[in-house]
């Protein structure tokens, strides 16, 4: 007990010190180029930054996913804490890019809806038949104006009770009838 301290005792100094020896979990500073992402196993992402760390499961989010989709790229661990962000992927390496590239693909995936087919409403409750660039699809919203956002003034997202995004990139290419189901239920 010879090194120990009252509170009174310690100095500002002790503190600086201490303060010091906190390790952050995940560096302050990443160059692009050293960064590494791959899959090993195929169905795990992994992430090395060359001659510092390695951290053995990651996830790859979007920042600002609706106004910058392919810029800001966050790095999570597997605690769901921000590894590190990159405003554009461009710098990472070839390989980094496409898995980046297929992570946000499929962890955004959004049909864009060209067409309304029908469109039922029971109980805030919206059924929706519409035709999307990747076919023919049926979902079903849960009051579409708490779940519906606004991206511009011509540019709507939906999002159904699954997490499922849907796409209306301009208003203005639907048709009459789509349009009037819109108004209908917005």
Known sequence: ???????????????????????????EHIEPKAIRLFREPPWKLRMTIEDDRSYLKIKIVCAAPLSHPSRYICFLNEKNEVIWTVDNPSVLDAESRRIVKEELEQRYMTAIIERINSLRIEFGVSYWDVQTHRGRREFVAQNVSENAQWISERRLLLIDVDGNRFEIPDLDMLDKKSHKFIEMVL
């Open 1 to 27: 007990m010879e090194n120990s301290k009252s509170f009174s005792e310690i100095s500002e100094s002790d503190i600086k010190s201490a303060v010091k020896s906190i390790q952050s979990p995940h560096p």
